[in-house]
T-cell receptor, first 114, second 115 residues
Framework: DGGITQSPKYLFRKEGQNVTLSCEQN?????MYWYRQDPGQGLRLIYY???????QKGDIAEGYSVSREKKESFPLTVTSAQKNPTAFYLC?????????????FGPGTRLLVL | AQSVAQPEDQVNVAEGNPLTVKCTYS??????LFWYVQYPNRGLQFLLK??????LVKGSYGFEAEFNKSQTSFHLKKPSALVSDSALYFC?????????????FGKGTRLSVIA
């Protein structure tokens, strides 16, 4: 996990509420990623960002939003439009350049709906 | 489109026996292949990767994997399983079309090592 922090570890969302998951890295990595993990479905990509002030939608972006104003930070907002948000959310990052192929993951945030 | 298949949801093996966790991939182009391990309520830990070169790659905790281009496979192996190897294992692939394209993951295989 080291160098990538996610907070909080557990997050509870009420109906109609937007919530924001934090992801911070001190590894000087250029690219950052958000995945959602559901039992039996593996990891599915929500959004990713290759550089500051730029991001792309992944396979399941609907109901989510992101920003990348700083290199170290890539927060994910789960909006009220996401009807089934209960899942384990994983943030990852990666350095750019040849030989820098590995994505490293944070410890995750578990989101539960009240 | 890239995809990864892990055909077994669950693999059970006795402690001390060899283990294999299977992975096949589908990509256009030369793949970069990865294995990660996940313990309960934790993030994913990197185990090993194949980028180029020797088809047999060695990684953390005594694991290894063999890249087989003709069979489009990248099976994870360990000669002697430990109870502590029990976890969820993910295979992932990326085609380096541009530098930071995301990994595509399989659905995971739960490994259970029985004492």
């Amino acid at each position: 996990d080291g160098g990538i922090t996610q907070s909080p570890k557990y997050l509870f969302r009420k109906e109609g509420q937007n919530v924001t998951l934090s992801c911070e890295q001190n590894l000087n990595h250029d690219a950052m990623y958000w995945y959602r993990q559901d039992p039996g479905q593996g990891l599915r990509l929500i959004y990713y960002s290759q550089i500051v002030n730029d991001f792309q939608k992944g396979d399941i972006a609907e109901g989510y939003s992101v920003s990348r104003e700083k290199k170290e930070s890539f927060p994910l907002t789960v909006t009220s439009a996401q009807k089934n948000p209960t899942a384990f959310y994983l943030c990852a990052s990666k350095r750019s350049g040849r030989g820098q192929e590995t994505q490293y993951f944070g410890p995750g945030t578990r989101l539960l709906v009240l | 489109a890239q995809s990864v298949a892990q055909p077994e949801d669950q693999v059970n093996v006795a402690e001390g026996n060899p283990l294999t966790v299977k992975c096949t991939y589908s990509v256009s182009g030369n793949p970069y292949l990865f294995w990660y391990v996940q313990y309960p309520n934790r993030g994913l830990q990197f185990l090993l990767k194949y980028i180029t070169g020797d088809n047999l790659v060695k990684g953390s905790y005594g694991f290894e994997a063999e890249f087989n281009k003709s069979q489009t496979s990248f099976h994870l192996k360990k000669p002697s399983a430990l109870v502590s190897d029990s976890a969820l294992y993910f295979c992932a692939v990326r085609v380096p079309l541009s530098g930071n394209t995301p990994l595509v993951f399989g659905k995971g295989t739960r490994l259970s090592v029985i004492a």
